[in-house]
């Protein structure tokens, strides 16, 4: 069946089906003149088999208030986008009323509804909401890559997350079903044994995955692919947004460069499910699709990008015996990378939680990170986040319009002091999140099919001990910079954030001078974003810093500038 856009008016119903025309093609198109009549439509679209991808509304309704009404449709739907397209003898009367709502997660936009042909504004917004709502919800209609195991185990959800991260539609096939067999007869006219999972990519080449990196170095390719007599004018480490940011700037501006990654685009940002806050966007983005975006606009400026390569050591450049100014070397796996410049933005990384029996489970229920795929995999259960940062909240509602309950734990009194107001908002609005202060998770469990069955949470004011049924933990508690291969030379706080300009130890400075803004104590070497000591820890403070550091390597490439 072709998803449903529920569209809902008293007495418009005729000018919106005429409206959304256009997506005739793709979904059906049920009208409904109340609250209730759209409440029993999406019932019957379930019923049925079929998907609700959204519902467009009028903003008064002849039955109750519209917040009301979208409060039904959520838990009839919690996956559907929701939209009020208001009529425009309404729009600035109910405006005031209505957008609060927005901010605090009731619907998704406040759109005026189209007075004539071709309002393209409108339909922008509605085709936003429809892609993210398929990019996160629905299956792909169109598969890039064909992913073939007769579990999803973690490796195959690991797999799955990666390509998701990276714009890469896929889905797994069982080894029987129709593209199972095809894959398996691709495989053995190339004289393969099968060993799952097996993963065909666009160009029909299939192949066993013993890790996330093999599908990333067949897509994309090694580091070692960078001609090996290149030096690079810049090498970025990190593809979150700083390193996104610098890749965009210094290729635009005519620098070679080259970006290591060591999991997919966007970092810890990638994984956020909607950032509402991001200047620009006022309906609001994913983390994916924001980084995803900054990574074309990077390759179309020339930028080089290899994902799924950790740098695994550095060697600082020096100068030669006849004086000459030698290139940086960054080592990974695939290869090494030769650069006159390097940007650390390597970003970082969640801590792990130190409790019995939570590592083993890690990819079976337990996730560090928000982990967007997994969150499919929630439907109907009952699911923790762990954390109290902007990240968490993020996750939460994310995970709630899968998940039959998201119970949020925190050390803490309450999530004011560590997370921004309009999600606070936004999870005290949503009846399926549930905010537990004062808790931590001490121990975990699988159930009967190998996956995490339970926890045991603990109350951190009288220590006392409750065993919970949960299906999935989500792990989201601080973070710790991503920078263990960097050398001694790079100068570090007691945190090991990165150390740059003025915050570096005079003992460190050269000539009786700090380094700049954004450079550190080895020459040429600059950090930025989450890695730095001192970093806002904000996606767009990061943007920032990714791109002030280009002229700052402008100008150790050219002191004449």
């Not at 400026?301 to 960054?330: I, K, M, Y």
Request: with cysteine.
């Amino acid at each position: 069946m072709k998803p449903a856009i529920i569209l809902v008016s008293e007495t418009r119903c005729e000018q919106l089906l005429d409206e959304f025309g256009r997506y005739a093609r793709d979904y059906e198109l049920p009208t409904a003149r109340s609250a209730h009549e759209a409440k029993q439509a999406a019932k019957r679209v379930v019923a049925e088999g079929g998907q609700v991808a959204m519902f467009v509304t009028e903003s008064r309704l002849p039955d109750g208030d519209v917040h009301q009404a979208f409060h039904w449709w959520r838990q009839t739907v919690p996956t559907a986008r929701r939209v009020i397209a208001a009529h425009v003898s309404t729009f600035r009367e109910d405006a005031e009323r209505l957008r609060g709502g927005m901010a605090k997660g009731k619907y998704d936009a406040y759109l005026l509804m189209p007075r004539g042909a071709r309002d393209e504004e409108f339909h922008t917004a509605i085709c936003e909401l429809l892609s993210d709502w398929g990019s996160t919800v629905a299956e792909p209609e169109v598969v890039a890559v064909a992913i073939v195991s007769p579990v999803e185990d973690a490796l195959t959800l690991g797999i799955r997350d990666y390509l998701d991260r990276m714009g890469m539609p896929n889905r797994v096939y069982a080894p029987d079903s129709e593209k199972g067999q095809h894959v398996l007869q691709l495989l053995a006219a190339e004289g393969g044994e099968p060993e799952f999972p097996l993963v065909m990519d666009m160009a029909k080449r299939v192949g066993s995955a013993r890790s996330v990196r093999d599908v990333a170095s067949r897509i994309y390719g090694r580091p070692a692919d960078v001609d090996v007599d290149r030096v690079v004018d810049v090498a970025i480490v990190g593809a979150g947004p700083a390193g996104l940011a610098a890749a965009v700037y210094a290729s635009s501006e005519g620098l070679s460069t080259v970006v290591l990654e060591a999991e997919a685009v966007g970092g810890q940002a990638g994984t956020s499910s909607m950032i509402r806050n991001y200047l620009g966007f006022p309906r609001g983005i994913s983390g994916m699709r924001l980084a995803q975006r900054a990574r074309n606009q990077a390759i179309r400026f020339g930028t080089q990008f290899f994902t799924g390569w950790p740098v695994t050591s550095f060697v600082a450049g020096g100068v030669d015996d006849d004086g000459n100014p030698e290139p940086h070397r960054l080592c990974t796996e695939g290869g090494d990378v030769r650069a006159r410049a390097v940007v650390v933005s390597a970003g970082v990384k969640y801590r792990r939680l130190d409790a019995p029996g939570i590592e083993r489970l890690v990819g079976l229920g337990v996730h560090y990170g928000s982990a967007m795929t997994a969150a499919r995999e929630m439907e109907g259960a009952d699911v923790i986040v762990v954390g109290g940062g902007n990240s968490a909240g993020q996750a939460a509602i994310h995970l709630a319009r899968f998940a039959r309950s998201v119970t949020i734990l925190v050390r803490r009194e309450s999530l004011a002091e560590t997370m921004s107001d309009y999600l606070v908002g936004e999870i005290r609005y949503n009846p399926r999140i549930t905010v537990q202060p004062c808790c931590e998770v001490v121990e975990g469990g699988a159930g009967d099919d190998g996956r995490l069955g339970w926890v045991t949470t603990r109350d951190v004011r009288d220590g006392s001990e409750t065993r919970r049924d949960c299906r999935g933990l989500f792990l989201l508690i601080g973070a710790a910079p991503h920078c263990g291969w960097l050398p001694e030379e790079v100068a570090r706080d007691e945190h090991g954030f990165v150390l740059t300009g003025r915050d570096v130890p005079q003992d460190q400075w050269r000539d009786g001078l700090p380094p700049e803004s954004l450079e550190t104590t080895v020459p040429g070497v600059f950090a930025a974003g989450d890695i730095r000591a001192g970093s806002m820890k904000r996606v767009a403070a990061a943007s920032g810093e990714g791109a002030s550091v280009v002229p700052l390597v402008h100008a150790w490439l050219d002191p004449s500038r």
